[in-house]
């Protein structure tokens, strides 16, 4: 009688093994410079990529396996919140310009960052890195289309969901993380890391998801909360992955650290610009509110912030450049950048409104020496426009920023009763920024960022020619979308269906 | 500093003149008056009057501002680059100096109604 041979189970290691490194070979008839052309000309010096250290050793069948399982629980509670009328549970429609900034902005540059990391992984030439950068680049692609569907119910009921894809491209504020990304995948792979890997992932990631899920959950958002859950065990994936690498070329050579530093500068600033928008979002367009952009800053910015930059300082690496002006604006972006949306409100694929009486109480407490001085005037005046059976809109087109692409709508650093104007003449030609950390940005590559699709400049030039009525259709962007959220089909619908639902 | 790039790296700028049909762009700002967000971005010939740009396109948009009405056009302290600057609205754009893209900025001074004045 035969004994049946079971196959003998591998070890954690020795699969870990055999399913990332083992894959790797030695190339017989090209060399190295042929199959991996982009490592070098960045400047980075890498001496042993099998140093490349892998804080989960996860492999590609565990992975498949755990995100399966995570999905499954997902889509049946996504099918259990679109057939319980789910989207009638939100705290009230206004929360919706929260979700539609989300999938305009955000969602897509999940699948940016899919891109990216697909791109990189395959540019990197050793196998530690290139099997991790796979593995967030499937996680990234699962983002983008699980959030998708998450909103894709509040799509059958509101407008301004319908084409995001369209509006990511051409919308006039969804610039801003276009560009941003747009940046980073025209970077170097090094930079890539650096810039959505470690600054983005590990410095900033905490300031955009924790408010976007938390304000999810508070607000009575299932779908968009889940999806939350669901990623969760993936940022910390990334985050970690995001120190690896920065702790990688730092051992790899003492002369990357330079180069590493100008990138941490560069992405740290870029990135705190684009969370501008989250801060407007958490201040101003939750119903029920989370905490303020002052309160996540602190601790998630200036507590983590310390704390990683206290050990980073062994390899000489200094807290990024423009750290002390972004300190300075916290208490002002989310004011301005709110101001800007609702006057400009006729041009965005969401509504806004005038902050209300208790959201007024809220604003002066959370933010004492700024909200009633600066901006309560401002916002005051808007509402007795409305009082007075008008509406507060600004028809002018803003000067934008070169470098971050949004509106040039902050003040000096120290003076909040002045704009901040700064230019730099680049072969003969005028570039404006909203800022010293945007112009600096500009200055170490001017060459890059000339080329800057800007949607207002755009807008004048062929085949536009400054026709907003051509441009609305060419942003698919109906009126329905658009505008002050008080007279919106949006509030209106939902009201009436919530009603209908509670007397059935 | 410049780009670091495994090839040459030189592309024409996307806002460059030539794509404006004969036209070029300017910013205007009202120095502490921010209830309009951002400096407007305005649409011109070199050979128009400054003052047909002025009439036409900026004081339209600023007039929303309750401070409008009051001010003294005589008495506007304006600069450009950083430089005091005496503009001609009889003249031309480009008798005035604007280049492509330049922005002007001018101060009304003692009206501060929704911005609290400068160093307050």
């Known amino acids: ?504 | 500093m410049a780009v670091v790039a495994n090839g040459e790296y030189k592309f024409p700028s996307r806002d460059r003149v030539e794509n404006y049909y004969g036209h070029q762009l300017l910013f205007a700002c009202w120095d502490h008056h921010m209830l309009m967000a951002a400096p407007f971005m305005l649409f011109g010939a070199p050979d128009q009057k400054l003052g047909d740009i002025i009439e036409q396109q900026l004081k339209p948009l600023m007039q929303p501002d309750p401070d409008f009405d009051k001010i003294d056009w005589d008495a506007i302290e304006w600069t450009k680059s950083g430089e005091p600057w005496t503009p001609d609205f009889n003249k031309t754009v480009k008798e005035n100096g604007l280049v492509h893209k330049e922005q002007f900025r001018f101060k009304t001074p003692g009206l501060s109604t929704l911005v609290p004045p400068q160093g307050e």
């Open chain 1, 1 to 504: 009688m035969d004994i049946k041979k079971t196959p003998k189970k591998l070890n954690v290691k020795e699969k870990y093994r055999l399913m990332t490194r083992d894959l790797a070979w030695e190339p017989s008839y090209r060399d190295e410079k042929e199959i991996y052309p982009y490592v070098d000309y960045e400047g980075i010096k890498v001496h042993d990529w099998s140093k490349w250290e892998d804080p989960f050793r996860l492999t590609m069948d565990a992975y498949w396996k755990y995100q399966a399982e995570k999905e499954r629980k997902y889509y049946a509670i996504i099918d259990a919140h679109a057939q319980n009328n789910g989207h009638l549970n939100v705290t009230d429609a206004r929360y919706l310009t929260a979700i539609k900034l989300f999938l305009q902005g955000i969602s897509p540059a999940e699948y940016a960052s899919h891109r990216g990391f697909a791109r990189v992984g395959r540019e990197f030439a050793g196998v530690g890195p290139q099997v991790a950068c796979q593995m967030q680049s499937i996680d990234e692609i699962r983002h983008a289309q699980t959030q998708v569907h998450a909103m894709s119910n509040y799509n059958k009921f509101y407008n301004g969901f319908k084409d995001f894809a369209s509006q990511r491209d051409r919308i006039w504020y969804n610039s801003v993380p276009r560009s941003f990304f747009d940046d980073a995948m025209s970077a170097g792979p090094f930079e890539f890391l650096i810039a959505i890997g470690f600054s983005f992932e590990y410095v900033l990631t905490n300031l955009l998801f924790v408010p976007f899920m938390s304000g999810a959950a508070y607000n009575g958002d299932m779908a968009t909360c889940t999806f939350g859950f669901s990623a969760q065990s993936d940022e910390a994936r990334h985050m970690t992955l995001g120190l690896e690498c920065i702790k990688f070329m730092l051992e790899q050579d003492p002369d990357n650290i330079p180069i590493v530093q100008k990138w941490i500068d560069k992405w740290f600033w870029r990135g705190c610009r684009l969370l501008t928008l989250v801060a407007a979002m958490m201040d101003y367009m939750l119903p029920k509110r989370v905490m303020s952009w002052r309160e996540a800053w602190n601790i998630y910015g200036v507590e983590n912030g310390n704390a990683l930059f206290r050990d980073l300082a062994r390899y000489g690496i200094k807290p990024p450049m423009h750290w002390d002006d972004v300190e300075k604006s916290i208490d002002h972006t989310s004011h301005q950048i709110m101001l800007g949306l609702y006057q400009w409100k006729f041009g965005t694929a969401f509504h806004s409104w005038t902050p209300t009486a208790s959201d007024i109480e809220w604003l002066k407490e959370k933010y004492p020496t700024t909200f009633e001085k600066y901006y309560l005037p401002r916002w005051e005046y808007a509402i007795a426009q409305k009082e007075a059976g008008g509406e507060y809109n600004n028809f002018g087109l803003p000067k934008l920023c070169q470098v971050c692409q949004l509106p040039t709508l902050f003040t000096e650093p120290d003076d909040p009763t002045q704009l901040c104007h700064r230019e730099t003449d680049y072969e003969g030609e005028k570039y404006h920024f909203c800022s010293d950390g945007c112009q600096h940005v500009f200055e170490q590559e001017p060459e890059k960022y000339v080329q800057a699709w800007l949607p207002m400049p755009a807008l004048m030039q062929e085949p536009l020619k400054g026709d907003l009525a051509a441009w609305m259709e060419w942003v698919s962007l109906e009126p329905t979308a658009a505008g002050e959220y008080a007279s919106s089909e949006d509030k209106a619908n939902f009201e009436k269906w919530r009603k209908q639902v509670s007397t059935d």
